[in-house]
């Protein structure tokens, strides 16, 4: 596959074992060459690896092929974990208590939530609040309100909550999630909206001027806000994968992601040439 000068966006598609993750691999290296070959030695790149594995792989071998000096130029990190890393270092501009942010396991937030609602006199038994829980995931894995997420999603889910009445389920989904920001007690995918939803400053703050994310076709709707969020001030970005692959429709990953990133980076473009003419 040709690898072309990291300016805009590249979208590569292509099938499983064609070369994709090899692809990445040199991408990188040839990146830092042409930034330092055209003096901006400042550049840093963001490679998105879709799971730990990938991640540990991918750095593996850039340990093995690059010095120390490119090295530090290059930052490796699953979507969870750059989120965790922007909300640890910008925390003043998230909506976050000032305790220390904890990622516990589900079981001991829903204790914990249960707990909450039975000091307030509440009968909400921890059934109901897992599913309220599972509701809000499945809103934010989708791009939904939360009405629109209890009117989508499954009957057994509804069944769990047993309370009719959506207005109701919002309130509470919404005092949960207020209870978690306030005691920075977060859920694992509590930390890609928030750091989605820090100002556009944090992310210019991070310096990547080029941002590599593989698997592409995987990226439910909270993935892909924070890649556009990364893409908006990064001079170029890369997205591997294929589109005939998307095997997390269920959890709201879709193929469409190629077409909508390639004329998201054309909007930004344009706004840019814009405010440049003014």
């Excluded at 999630?177 to 703050?205: E, H, V």
Aim: proline share 3%.
């Amino acid at each position: 596959l040709p690898i072309s000068e990291p300016v805009g966006v590249l979208l590569v598609q292509a099938r499983a074992g064609t070369g994709k993750t090899t692809t990445l691999k040199a991408k990188v290296p040839f990146t830092l060459r042409y930034r330092d070959e055209n003096y901006q030695s400042g550049s840093r790149i963001l490679v998105n690896a879709y799971n730990t594995k990938v991640k540990e792989e991918i750095e593996g071998y850039f340990k093995t092929t690059m010095d120390s000096s490119d090295l530090s130029r290059v930052v490796v990190k699953t979507f969870h974990g750059i989120s965790m890393s922007m909300l640890y270092k910008f925390r003043k501009h998230a909506p976050l208590g000032s305790g220390k942010i904890e990622v516990p396991k589900t079981t001991h937030v829903v204790q914990a939530l249960g707990d909450f609602f039975a000091q307030k006199g509440s009968k909400l038994k921890l059934g109901q609040v897992r599913g309220m829980l599972a509701v809000e995931g499945y809103a934010n894995a989708r791009g939904l309100t939360i009405a629109e997420a209890w009117g989508r999603e499954n009957a057994n889910t509804r069944k769990l909550v047993d309370i009719g009445d959506p207005v109701e389920v919002e309130r509470i989904i919404t005092t949960m999630r207020k209870w978690r920001y306030q005691r920075c007690q977060l859920l694992f995918d509590d930390m890609i909206p928030l750091a989605t939803s820090l100002p556009l400053a944090c992310f210019q703050n991070m310096g990547f001027t080029d941002v590599i994310t593989d698997e592409l076709q995987d990226l439910n709707h909270s993935q892909r806000l924070l890649t556009k969020r990364f893409l908006s001030c990064a001079e170029s970005f890369t997205g591997l994968g294929d589109a005939s692959q998307c095997i997390h429709e269920w959890n709201g990953a879709s193929a469409g992601i190629f077409t909508d990133l390639a004329a998201e980076f054309k909007r930004s473009e344009e706004h840019t040439s814009e405010l440049q003419s003014h």
